[in-house]
């Protein structure tokens, strides 16, 4: 598992402005960053539920401040004196004014002008999947991101993760929750389409190379984890973690995209059309990047299995929790 250099008191005075750092992995980023001894600035819409970020670090050491990346002028003020800048911001789906071109476009626009004028590095978090030709808006518009990120800082590290997995994850939760309390999950397309899961942090780790300047400037790097499962191989192993015997049911993508198009609009609905437009093409790290070492292996980062961590969170979903037995 990736760690970072733990230390008694900041290192160094750099501050480290961070978008999105209250979210998921968020907390993973901004706490690498702060063990390291950088200051950090986590730039969110709603400060007042960050705060739990701060004990991440010394007294004083993590800022939070607000910014929406939909708002320039709010972004400018976050970025400025900072001597990096971080962008994680991003949404899986679309809520009110919060769609993909306004956050993964728009936004990273906002990010990438301000960190030019401020003359600094930027790391930017984009998705594999990212294709200007992608079924889905959110894979449409993540390269939109990465298209406005290039054209006004060319040198900026740009990651692409496969689906990230960690205490908080939106993947094995959500579907380790719907079976809990359903005898059927579904296996959308089949099961079939191959995910390469990778640790949030060693995401994280990697976004700490990149701001500590061991990563290639103007370089796309791909992030998964040592193994390639499809999708019915990952709820297998799911079920078997929480200890749960489900009847897994082949869904077609067609009749995938009626259901979610009747239930998307309700709040926490399980599925979107566009995340089964999503489940239409493999999530794996290509080959190009492996040969040209743009991964965590050409960062000297090993990445995490997911048997090392799917244990210490899941076990909640387990009928008696950290109590129920589980054959191995």
Do not use: C
């Amino acid at each position: 598992m990736s760690d970072v250099t733990v230390t008694d008191r900041p290192v160094n005075d750099s501050l480290v402005t961070v978008f999105g750092g209250s979210g998921f992995l968020g907390r993973h980023v901004v706490r690498a960053l702060a063990m390291r001894g950088y200051r950090v600035r986590v730039a969110v819409r709603r400060p007042e539920l960050a705060g739990f970020l701060q004990p991440l670090g010394f007294v004083g050491q993590i800022q939070i401040s607000q910014a929406n990346v939909r708002y320039p002028e709010s972004v400018a003020r976050a970025v400025d004196g900072a001597e990096a800048v971080v962008n994680l911001v991003g949404v899986l789906a679309e809520g009110g004014r919060q769609s993909f071109d306004a956050v993964h476009a728009f936004g990273a626009r906002a990010v990438a002008a301000a960190t030019a004028a401020q003359g600094v590095p930027l790391v930017h978090l984009s998705a594999i999947g990212a294709d200007a030709n992608s079924p889905s808006g959110y894979g449409r518009s993540k390269a939109a991101g990465e298209a406005v990120v290039r054209a006004t800082v060319p040198d900026a590290v740009i990651f692409r993760p496969s689906v990230v997995f960690g205490q908080e994850d939106e993947f094995f939760n959500r579907f380790a929750a719907m079976a809990r309390l359903s005898p059927a999950l579904p296996l959308i397309g089949g099961g079939v389409t191959k995910f390469q899961p990778v640790f949030a942090g060693d995401v994280a780790a990697a976004v700490l190379a990149a701001v500590d300047g061991k990563a290639k400037a103007g370089t796309t790097y791909e992030l998964g984890g040592p193994e390639v499962r499809t999708f019915r191989e990952l709820m297998e192993l799911m079920l078997a973690e929480i200890g749960a015997k489900r009847v897994l049911v082949d869904l077609p993508f067609g009749l995938a995209s009626f259901m979610a198009k009747l239930t998307q609009w309700a709040p926490g609905a399980p599925l979107t059309v566009d995340q089964v437009d999503m489940l239409r093409s493999d999530n794996v790290v290509s080959q190009a990047a492996i040969a040209e070492g743009r991964t965590l292996a050409g960062l000297d980062l090993t990445p995490t299995s997911l048997a090392v961590v799917l244990p210490t969170y899941l076990w909640r979903f387990r009928k008696a929790g950290q109590f129920t037995r589980v054959e191995t």
